[in-house]
């Protein structure tokens, strides 16, 4: 895609659950330095911590980009946000919008866009002429996440990873596949989105041969044991071709996200089944650490956990926002 | 998809490599019934075996659809066919299209059916509103072809195997997932060309529930060891929740299809990573017999390596071609 344009407005309108401005949040969490403000409506009852401000004044204050901070249930676009997506276009900013339904899809906001000089741009649907994969050996280290379901903190650890390592002087990029990944990253590829054929080809691409002693850390998507996006998962694991795994999991959850009555796999069999089909495509892959969302628990409760799966498992085991990942990160250092 | 109107006239054109009308001879093998004749243009050298006529000559004989009998490389609609599809409209012909362009993508065309009451299919770009795939349980029995390889023969399995539980009054349907077999079959969805977070809720709704005693025999694509397609396959093999896996395997083949130095999985492997993923879905799941492609070789070798086979997995092995599939139906009449 097209690069984005930073600094962002981040826009979310009348949010009432902090989950559904899940897209505003990762980049005010993940890229503050490209966060200039956000843009409220009446009645909204979140924030992402940055500064409120009009579209007016983030403009004046150079503003590049208008960001649709949302993730609604449906993905589509509400009409309500339509007059403010044209006086952002005729203030000259782009639009970006990680949404199911396409900016591109709607004439009005194209030519607005087009008479403006501005971009539109839909970042969960790919732009990029896509490929079939091949599977060949390239050059460089690549670390993927993987998890025992949906929405364990793939994404997080994946940035959090990135960060240690570029703050220990390791060279390191983060590679996004999902829509709030991009909008941080700036690039990226929504798999979930790309036609099936091609999911493995888009990863090659997307984390492509580079220097030997380069990481290249790729955010995960869903888990092979998902029954809706276990396809998606198996492509992602042949495609990133990874030397390092690492396993995602969220304390507590009683079933798979948004299916009922289907227990979450055990680690050991999260482990086994990922290094196992992960080989197609690399020989050498290993889970080499545990990553766990600890919030269900206390303190004490999440260092005890660790520890017993440590003791298990025989590799790290933390918390990324209770421990941090620097211990992960010791592994990649040799 | 809407229906597709039968009787066919099939279209192909110049084509000088059997393997490039696919489409044509599939439909004219599995559904002679539905297929008039063969629309032939200068320096033609492969044939379908239906009667070659004229577009005039097929419209004064009842044809309700011109199909473009071709899977060329690339996927591309060849501008020199162009009069061709315009004149079919103009007859009343509906046009279907198994290659990767639209021909809703071309204005004049669309203009043209809209003016005649015809109807262009793109029956690999799926037109069904798609969703997540749920994996909860459903009546009704199924079983899907899978591979050590693309191109291993699984279409010609399943139409084999849905022809003879038909054959024996066993209620059975086949269910399509590619372009060929969709046009045998008149309805189907392409699962290689669906949106990647859809390619498990597409075989639920392709393979729905049904009477405890109907057979549903899909058919697959890929292979879970293809670094290229094993998303689609994990994602089929989920969707699919077979009670029953028949393996399909081309004899001689030195590496997989379109890679380089990359050898076939063993027919051990090949059923054991099969049973194993299907289970997510269907704990019953089970490979009950190998379906071979032996055409490299000659009978007597085609036989012998059968017996070998049989007498080292214990289940029946035979080239559905030259040995017909009733051993394999045979395993599903309990």
Known sequence: MSQLKAPYLLFIGDAKDPLSIKMARSAADWSPEKCLGELRLDGCEVTTGCTAMSLDEAVSRGAKSLVLGFANSGGYIDSAWLPILQQALASGLDIISGLHDRLNDLPELVAAAQSNGCTLHDIRHPSAKLRTGKGYHRQGKRLLTVGTDCSVGKMYTSLALTKELQDRHIKASFRATGQSGILVAGDGIAVDCVVADFIAGAIEDLAPANDADHWDIIEGQGSLFHPAFAGVSLGLLHGAQADALVVCHALGRSSMRAIDDRPLPSLVETI???????????????????????????????????????????????????????????????
């Not at 495509?281 to 799966?309: F, G, H, L, W």
Request: aromatic letters at 2%; proline letters at 5%; hydrophobic letters at 45%.
């Open 272 to 334: 086994a089944v990922n290094e196992q089909l992960a080989r197609t495509t690399n020989p050498q892959a290993k889970v080499i650490a545990i990553a766990v969302n600890t919030s269900a628990v206390d303190e004490a409760a999440a260092m005890a956990y660790c520890r017993e799966v440590e003791t298990q498992l025989g590799m790290p085991c933390v918390d990324p926002i209770r421990h941090g990942v620097s211990r992960i990160a010791d592994k990649l250092n040799g």
